[in-house]
C-alpha cells in the first residue's frame, strides 16, 4: 500500500514568513510523529499524536512550532516567523504498534 | 544531550567487503530499531529488536543486540554499492517515559566503492 506522504518536497521561503507542512499517514496508523533532521545533527523529536489523546509537544522548540491532526489522518505542522534555523528536512512518520514508518520529508530552507 | 552513541561516524569501503556500525546507550533499551537514510530520502525501516541476545537478518543484514540491551550492532557482508547511505539506529523507552517517540544516534555513512 501507500507509503507516508509529505508535501511540499521543497520549500525556499524568507526569513520571518510563515510556513505549513503537510503529512499524509499509513492509512489505519494511529500514531503519527514529526522530527526534524537539520544539517549534521541527528533526528530531533518535535510532536507525537496518538489516537483522540493529547499529543505530546514535549519536543516542540518554541511557540513558534504547532501541529495539528484531524482525527488518525492528515497532520499539518506549521512554523510561524520562521528563522533562519528553521532550515532542516521536517520528517514526518506514522505507526500502528511499535515500528514508525517515515515519510520522504520536506526540506525547509529559510533565507 | 545524544541519547545514543553511533560507531564509527563514517565508514568507506570497497564492493565485497563486510563492515559493522555499532549503536551504544548507557541505559537499557526497550526497543531498538535500525533505518537506513540516502540523501533527499526519508528513512527505511530495517528492523526491530526488543529482546536480550536478539538477532535478526533481511538479505545480507544482519542485527544484534546485547544481552544487557545496552548495545547493538548491524553487520553487512559482501557489501555492495547498495547498501551505501546513512545508517541510523533509534531506541525507545531510554528515559522510560513518553512512549512513543524515538531518540536516535547521529548516523553512520556509509560508501562502497566498486
Known amino acids: 500500500g501507500a507509503g507516508v506522504s509529505q508535501s511540499p518536497s521543497n520549500k525556499v521561503t524568507e526569513k520571518g514568513k510563515d510556513v505549513e507542512l503537510r503529512c499524509d499517514p499509513i492509512?489505519?496508523?494511529?500514531?503519527l510523529y514529526w522530527y526534524r533532521q537539520r544539517l549534521g545533527q541527528g533526528l530531533e523529536f518535535l510532536i507525537y499524536?496518538?489516537?483522540?489523546?493529547?499529543?505530546?509537544k514535549s519536543g516542540l522548540p518554541s511557540d513558534r512550532f504547532s501541529a495539528e491532526r484531524t482525527g488518525e489522518s492528515v497532520s499539518t505542522l506549521t512554523i510561524q516567523r520562521t528563522q533562519q534555523e528553521d532550515s532542516a528536512v521536517y520528517l514526518c512518520?506514522?505507526?500502528?504498534?511499535?515500528?514508525?514508518?517515515f515519510g520522504p520529508g520536506t526540506r525547509l530552507l529559510v533565507l | 544531550s545524544q541519547e545514543l552513541e553511533q560507531s564509527p561516524q563514517s565508514l568507506i569501503v570497497q564492493e565485497g567487503k563486510n563492515l559493522t556500525i555499532n549503536c551504544t546507550s548507557s541505559?537499557?533499551?526497550?526497543?531498538l530499531y535500525w533505518y537506513k537514510q540516502k540523501y533527499g530520502e526519508g528513512l527505511i525501516f530495517l528492523m526491530m529488536?526488543?529482546?536480550?541476545?536478539e538477532e535478526k537478518s533481511h538479505e545480507k543484514i544482519t542485527a544484534k543486540l546485547d544481552e544487557k540491551k545496552q548495545q547493538s550492532s548491524l553487520h553487512i557482508t559482501a557489501s555492495q554499492p547498495s547498501h551505501a547511505g546513512i545508517y541510523l539506529c533509534?531506541?525507545?523507552?531510554?528515559?522510560?517515559?513518553?512512549?512513543?517517540?524515538?531518540?536516535f544516534g547521529r548516523g553512520t555513512q556509509l560508501t562502497v566503492w566498486p
Open positions: 541505559k537499557t533499551l526497550y526497543g
Open positions: 499524536f496518538q489516537g483522540n489523546s493529547a499529543p505530546d
Open positions: 492509512s489505519g496508523h494511529t500514531a
Open positions: 512518520a506514522s505507526s500502528r504498534r511499535e515500528t514508525q514508518y
Open positions: 533509534g531506541a525507545d523507552g531510554i528515559r522510560g517515559s513518553t512512549l512513543g517517540r524515538l531518540y
Open positions: 529488536l526488543q529482546k536480550g541476545g
